[in-house]
């Protein structure tokens, strides 16, 4: 996803017990979703109400219920960030009060082609292919919840460049790399858990040593199986790093230096990077016969991620 928009600011909000959510709004003025109750209150019914969508909406009485969908849905904030910015900018187009249930898919048409010919700075591909898929995202979602009766982004089509293929490692390399990697308890946890679990960077650094005792609405547990002997792999690292924890008490940089020497020590000339690790788990897996949503699920990748990555996947474990 290209991060054009990655400097947007994202609305804040508050989440309580009390489910307070204050937000500094895109759209203008901040918006009260609901408000707190007092403790001393019986808890019975919110006291503020919230107005349900219609097809008389507009785009901006859409951005507080759409960022809590995308939260339920357990998208990351970047992706939320990026989702609200392009409903601000479509909003910015057409006009922010405009019912949601007079756009076409005319409208959506007309808007692409004024961003991708319109203007002075041609967006890259990757960013106009996430804003086709933002509106595919937000419109099937107002049609889920019966608030249109036809989704006007239904039959449009996403233009992807296929990127170039990484150069994976051969066998011998990688098994190189695991030598290295074992030098070091901490780079031989951090190769295993990229290399044979597949987990994404942000993944490795959110890892603790014990399970928080309390999880928002917005986490979801993806469970992994590694191979047996990471019991030990780990258990070393624990003890000779002191874990208490986080299990990586580091930044991420400090993650692609770590990686970095055992590369060294490996002899290995490749550019390797933790994603490319990540890749070469993806590419075994499809060798090994499981099926591409099997693969989605273990790579706990959204909608528009994988659209970006199956296909570069199947190329590289099946290439012609």
């Known amino acids: 996803m290209q991060k054009d928009s ?26 009260v979703v609901a408000e707190a109750r007092d403790s001393s209150e019986e808890r019975t019914s919110p006291s503020v109400s919230v107005h349900p969508l219609t097809d008389q909406s507009g785009l901006a009485a859409c951005a507080v219920p759409y960022r809590q969908e995308l939260m339920l849905r357990g998208k990351s904030n ?25 756009i076409t898919k005319e409208t959506l048409t007309d ?21 086709v898929t933002f509106l595919k995202n937000f419109f099937s979602w107002l049609a889920r919840e019966g608030v249109v009766r036809e989704d006007p982004s239904a039959s449009l089509t996403l233009e992807r460049p296929l990127p170039p293929l990484p150069e994976l490692l051969s066998e011998d ?19 295993y858990l990229v290399l044979r679990a597949g987990l994404k960077k942000e993944e490795v ?44 008490e580091c930044t991420d940089r400090n993650l692609n230096y770590i990686l970095a020497r055992a590369i060294k020590e490996a002899g290995i000339e490749k550019r390797v990077t933790l994603q490319l690790l990540r890749d070469i788990f993806a590419v075994e897996q499809l060798r090994a016969g499981i099926s591409l949503d099997a693969l989605r699920e273990k790579l706990g990748l959204s909608d528009e991620a994988w659209l970006e990555s199956k296909e570069k996947y199947r190329r590289l474990a099946f290439p012609k």
């Open 205 to 248: 650094m959110g890892l603790t040593v014990h399970f928080p005792a309390a999880m928002g609405k917005q986490h979801r547990e993806r469970r992994l199986a590694l191979p047996a002997e990471f019991t030990t792999i780990f258990k070393q690292y624990q003890v000779s790093y002191h874990l208490t924890d986080a299990v990586f």
């Open 173 to 191: 390399e990688i098994q190189r790399l695991l030598t290295a990697a074992s030098e070091d308890p901490r780079c031989h946890c951090l190769v």
């Open 111 to 131: 808007w692409l082609m004024k961003l991708k010919f319109g203007t002075d700075h041609t967006p890259a591909p990757k960013t106009m292919a996430r804003r």
């Open 6 to 31: 990655k400097q947007e600011t994202q609305p804040e909000s508050i989440l309580t017990e009390d489910v307070i959510i204050l937000e500094s709004s895109l759209f203008g003025a901040p918006t």
């Open 78 to 102: 970047y992706t939320i960030t990026c989702f609200l910015s392009d409903l601000k900018m479509f909003g910015d187009y057409i006009g922010h009060d405009i019912p949601v249930g007079r």
